[in-house]
């Protein structure tokens, strides 16, 4: 090869690769806008509205019952969607003297926060998570292996091992939905099987006080995304940028 | 020349019936393991990886550290790792297919282990750790066998092994940085997030490994008049003081940077380890035990210079143990605790999950005295 060879075969590698990186540019263009069209489910939970029961657990008994999540005795093998935990160990990093004792008794809904950039999917070695094109993060409980690499992944310890055969641990399994295995992960799904039918999740639905809301980002005149816009909120773990999309309002 | 493991004398047959029972106990245990779930294990929602986690890191390690011989062997003619090498190779093929095990018998779904292979995921380090172990131990495989194969023959060993060699080399570093990775990727978990945890790993493997050889060194020589190049086993004890050392700065400088800066997320699982909580201090035991021993191995070696067999052997053996606590046990299940909601569970390892730990280094031991077994015989037949 000579001198001008050369040249012109790294000319035509160099403007290849500049008119692919410009294309890239402008289909991620494209990509940004067609997101403002996707739904973006989120979640507000009003901590006001949700104290007032004290001891209510309607929507934690509605998920579980229409999701057949069992019901174990033992703390280690516990499985949960949506479950609440103290202040303090919810908000442990945010949290300061003062609000520690004024919110001493204030029991936190949790559940998955179905991250814009969701740590568990990335780490996944099977692709048996996933996030939707709603921005719901998925599992197929039938691609799972059961490393756990995703629960050790999430840090809202939002995701649950099926430690032994669930099914003994089922009150009454409800055929509409799929029952796990042992040996699988499982986790809130935000109700995506009754969302796709245009139902509400089952947990706001349940709700006697309507301390949930739940709804589309990127519609800005949806519910959620008006009191988002009004309430002061606030998410699990900010700092670590998977963006959750649970918001919890004062 | 794999017949010469099949006759050895009473005392080989019933060593070899001794790991096949413990091996035995293990099956039993895993597919009991199969048939009720992890369930079985002290595993919980909290501390979701034990100690087969643990143990596969620690493994990986071991496999890893067989370039402490090979390279000064094939890249500087260090003639006197000559036979170490061939030792070194077959430990690291063991070592491999231990470390495999221990991936296995931790999923909850074995049988959908091929899911790795049908939706591959680069984005995963686990997908990435399957890639390296498998070409590390093909590496080995081939490697260890075609060498061992020439010295049989007494014939130069065919020409396509160098460059597979040279591949092999930073082959062994990236095992390890693939399994550190695996962990120190991860946002969720402060106390892993370091980007010493590979170099830290490495380290250790270097000093652990080496020790290892150096035990069953002693062992061959004991047990079956094996003879090991004197020089050569000098060579590894200067190799594993370094690392040991390196391993302690290591240490060290992780312990300064996470009590300095104080934050609070992070200091709080090295207070666990060290001091506990109240009513959980089941750690403490094991990381002092941890620190404190490779400290003293360090200094027991420096002192090897007497060259007394005993001392050595016991330094060897302090080493190995107290890096399966740090590597395994404390930074696997020190990394759990305390949780995201700061809460301080407890993990003890049952029965079922011992025996198959135990099975499973039994059935390395099985795989390691075969070829090791191989090797004696050839040698001592010349």
């Given at each position: 090869m000579n001198r001008r060879d050369f040249l012109k075969i790294t000319g035509i590698l160099a403007i290849g690769a500049v008119s692919h990186q410009t294309a890239m540019i402008l289909s991620s263009s494209e990509v940004k806008a067609d997101q403002n069209k996707k739904k973006r489910w989120a979640m507000a939970i009003s901590f006001s509205a949700c104290v007032k029961r004290e001891g209510c657990r309607d929507c934690i008994d509605a998920c579980h019952i229409i999701h057949n999540v069992p019901e174990f005795t033992d703390n280690k093998d516990k499985i949960r969607w949506i479950w609440s935990s103290p202040y303090e160990s919810v908000f442990g990093e945010q949290a300061n003297t003062f609000t520690k004792v004024m919110l001493k008794n204030l029991s936190v809904l949790c559940m998955c926060n179905h991250c814009e950039n969701p740590p568990c999917v990335k780490v996944c070695p099977t692709k048996a998570t996933w996030k939707n094109k709603d921005g719901i993060i998925m599992i197929d409980y039938h691609r799972c292996i059961g490393c756990r690499y995703c629960m050790a992944a999430c840090p809202y310890g939002a995701r649950s091992f099926n430690w032994k055969d669930p099914k003994p641990f089922i009150k009454e399994i409800n055929r509409d939905f799929p029952a796990r295995t042992k040996g699988v992960v499982e986790k809130c799904n935000f109700c995506e099987e009754r969302i796709s039918q245009g139902l509400l999740p089952a947990c706001v639905e349940a709700c006697p006080e309507k301390a949930l809301t739940f709804g589309?980002?990127?519609?800005?005149?949806s519910d959620i995304s008006r009191l988002l816009k009004t309430r002061f909120s606030i998410q699990r773990k900010p700092h670590l940028g998977t963006d959750p999309k649970v918001f919890y309002l004062f | 020349m794999i017949e010469r493991a099949f006759r050895g004398t009473i005392g080989y047959w019933l060593w070899l019936c001794f790991l096949s029972a413990l091996a035995l106990a293990g099956f039993i245990s895993y597919l009991r393991q199969l048939d009720m779930g992890l369930g079985i294990t002290g595993m919980g929602r909290d501390v979701s990886w034990g100690i087969y986690i643990a143990n596969f890191t620690f493994f990986v390690g071991i496999a890893a550290s067989s370039v402490v011989v090979i390279l000064p062997y094939y890249l500087h003619d260090y003639k006197k790792f000559g036979n170490l090498t061939i030792l070194g190779e077959f430990l690291a093929v063991t070592s491999v297919i231990v470390a495999i095990l221990f991936i296995l018998v931790d999923l909850g779904m074995p049988s959908r282990v091929l899911n790795v292979l049908i939706y591959p995921?680069?984005?995963?380090l686990l997908f990435w750790d399957m890639v390296v172990l498998t070409g590390y131990l093909i590496l080995n495989i081939i490697i260890g066998w075609w060498s061992f194969d020439a010295r049989v023959k007494e014939i130069e060993p065919p020409v396509w092994i160098k460059p597979l060699v040279y591949i092999s080399i930073p082959w062994a570093i990236s095992i390890h940085t693939v399994t550190a990775f695996i962990y120190s990727g991860l946002s969720a978990k402060p106390f892993w997030q370091t980007a010493l945890l590979a170099p830290r790993f490495l380290a250790s493997a270097f000093a652990s490994g080496p020790s290892v050889l150096i035990i069953l060194c002693f062992i061959l020589r004991r047990w079956l008049g094996f003879n090991m190049e004197k020089d050569g086993i000098k060579k590894i004890i200067v190799i594993v003081t370094y690392a040991l050392a390196i391993h302690i700065f290591f240490m060290l400088a992780e312990i300064y940077t996470l009590l300095y800066s104080d934050l609070p997320s992070h200091r709080s699982h090295l207070e666990f380890l060290f001091s506990g909580v109240p009513g959980n201090r089941f750690l403490i035991p094991w990381t002092w035990g941890s620190t404190v021993g490779s400290i003293i191995a360090f200094i027991l070696f420096l002192m090897s210079c007497q060259k007394r067999d005993n001392l050595i052997i016991f330094a060897s053996l302090i080493t190995v143990f107290s890096i399966w606590l740090e590597k395994g046990f404390c930074l696997v299940i020190g990394g759990f605790i305390p949780t995201p909601f700061e809460e301080y569970p407890k993990y003890v390892p049952t029965i079922f999950e011992v025996l198959i730990t135990l099975g499973i280094y039994a059935t390395g031991g099985i795989i390691l005295t075969i070829l090791y077994k191989t090797v004696v015989s050839f040698r001592q037949s010349k």
């Open positions: 589309d980002l990127n519609d800005p005149g | 995921s680069p984005s995963s």
